[in-house]
């Protein structure tokens, strides 16, 4: 008998403890995109997201038994790989990036008429965002750009719904003002 | 940026509560805001990523028959011994004396549910955000968190465990597990980690 794909992840997470590896499969499959999404997102570039991703999924596998509530293994996952950005973003931080060294990211390749002032512009924002401390473009990502609730950040990032909100109002600030100077 | 807009922003205000002078800086956010989404980078992972994480994992090595029988004997759920096997837990409880950082305090109480011991957790850990302790004697949750009060990296706490012998590991930052560098003796976890071992004597003894 075919075995259900519809299985939950609190059974597929039973499944790989038992000794069953392949049905982690199942567990990148779901999560795969949304964990790749914020990794692009906080590091800006493919084959590094890439890579965090893998080393995300192979640590979760690694300890996959230790996942307080399978059923939300995917937000634990999410957990795991949210730290191992801020981690990156801290060990490559603390040089300033200059506005015109910053690499030229593929375009969304859905406009064909993107010209040079808006390419200027994408270069501006990621410039700011660079700028931010990891905590601060964490929250902000996580808040205005993966459009997720404070309860779910404060979750994600072990913080308090106040102290995530200052995080945010402070990364906001910041934005704009490095907008303002960048003209 | 005043209160009102930051209330907006956040999602507590509707923008026609907002006065006037108020109103006009909060489109002004919403049109940085949208700047920023419409560049947003996000793409879905790579087709081969998948593969590439299952051939990492299935690379990883199988537990070794000393981690099954480690997982056997240290499974949460309720087992069934024989007397022999018990003797040979009692025999190695009484020859490991594993104290992490050194001290074990008293137990507390003295009634049937009393029978744990207090035992002071430390790692040395400058730099992380939160580390917990977790191992076999709470499901390997790490849901005890030890503390740094003043910020020397130093972190400390003292959790409850039963008698008998404990796999334990720390849990940095809620993600990386770090091995005990102080305990005395450890074993495999089956992954090429080590757990720490932790045996704990029953304090009515």
């Known amino acids: 008998m075919q075995r259900s794909v519809q299985r939950t992840d609190a059974q597929v997470v039973r499944d790989v403890l038992d000794g069953d590896r392949d049905a982690f499969r199942l567990l990148v499959r779901r999560y795969g995109d949304v964990l790749h999404h914020h990794a692009l997102r906080m590091v800006g570039n493919q084959d590094v997201a890439a890579d965090m991703v893998q080393q995300a999924f192979v640590h979760g596998f690694r300890k996959l038994g230790s996942c307080r509530n399978p059923d939300q293994v995917g937000g634990w996952l999410f957990r795991i790989l949210a730290n191992q950005c801020r981690d990156h973003l801290r060990g490559s931080r603390r040089r300033e990036v200059p506005l015109q060294a910053l690499p030229e990211l593929p375009s969304r390749g859905t406009d064909p008429s993107d010209d040079a002032a808006e390419a200027e512009v994408r270069r501006r924002l990621r410039a700011a965002l660079e700028q931010l401390t990891p905590e601060q473009k964490e929250a902000f990502v996580m808040k205005h750009l993966e459009g997720l609730s404070y309860d779910e950040i404060a979750a994600v990032m072990n913080l308090s719904v106040a102290a995530l909100k200052m995080r945010v109002h402070r990364a906001r600030e910041a934005l704009r003002g490095l907008l303002e100077e960048f003209g | ?205």
């Open chain 2, 1 to 205: 940026m005043s209160d009102d807009v930051r209330r907006y922003l956040d999602g507590d205000l509707e923008i026609d509560a907002l006065p006037a002078e108020a109103r006009a800086q909060a489109r002004a956010w919403d049109r940085i805001l949208e700047a920023f989404r419409s560049d947003d980078q996000a793409r879905s992972a790579p087709h081969w990523l998948e593969d590439r994480v299952m051939a990492e994992i299935e690379a990883l090595p199988e537990p070794g028959p000393v981690s099954k029988a480690w997982a056997w004997l240290l499974r949460p759920q309720p087992v069934r011994l024989s007397p022999a096997l018990v003797g040979l837990a009692a025999a190695l409880v009484a020859l490991l004396i594993l104290r992490p950082g050194g001290e074990a305090p008293p137990p507390m109480g003295d009634g049937p549910e009393a029978a744990v011991v207090y035992v002071q957790f430390r790692l040395d850990a400058p730099g992380a955000q939160s580390v917990a302790v977790g191992g076999d004697f709470d499901a390997w949750r790490a849901s005890h968190a030890l503390e740094d009060p003043d910020g020397d990296g130093v972190w400390t706490g003292r959790v409850p465990v039963g008698p008998g012998l404990h796999t334990y590991m720390f849990l940095v930052d809620g993600f990386q597990w770090v091995t005990d560098p102080q305990a005395s003796h450890y074993s495999d976890d089956g992954f090429g980690n080590r757990n720490a071992l932790l045996a704990v004597a029953d304090p009515e003894t």
